[in-house]
Nanobody, 131 residues
């Protein structure tokens, strides 16, 4: 079982920045670099959508078009942390942000962008961008 805990959400003005963190505990017998990590978000009344993902080895990264160039995902396997740096925030970025994990035998496997492919989820952290 993998436990994920997000932090770093809050209220920020449009154009500002926030940094989200996700602390993970790997399942017994598995190393953290075998887990691809993803960030998803869900706004009120909308489906949960993909934001960014990173492979366990850190070499493969994907971003949703809506955040490309503004958000940066990064991982620290030694600390079992995944961060999402969010710059130039927009009102439409307002949502609950979730961290997710999926196990891969190959740390260099392409990280999933479909939420249904992730096995473990955090409780979410609220990001509110005021216009």
């Amino acid at each position: 079982q993998v436990q994920l805990v997000e932090s770093g959400g809050g209220l920020v003005q449009a154009g500002g920045s926030l940094r989200l963190s996700c602390a993970a505990s790997a399942a017994s017998g598995r190393t953290f670099n075998n887990y691809a990590m993803g960030w998803f978000r869900q706004a009120p009344g909308k489906a949960r959508e993909f934001v960014a993902s990173i492979s366990g080895g850190g070499d493969r990264i994907y971003y949703a078009d809506s955040v490309k160039g503004r958000f940066t995902i990064s991982g620290d396997n030694a600390k079992k942390l995944v961060a999402l740096q969010m710059n130039r925030l927009k009102f439409d970025d307002t949502a609950v942000y979730y961290c997710a994990a999926r196990y891969y035998v190959d740390p260099n496997a392409y990280p999933a962008i479909n939420r249904y492919e992730y096995d473990y989820w955090g409780q979410g952290t609220q990001v509110t961008v005021s216009s």
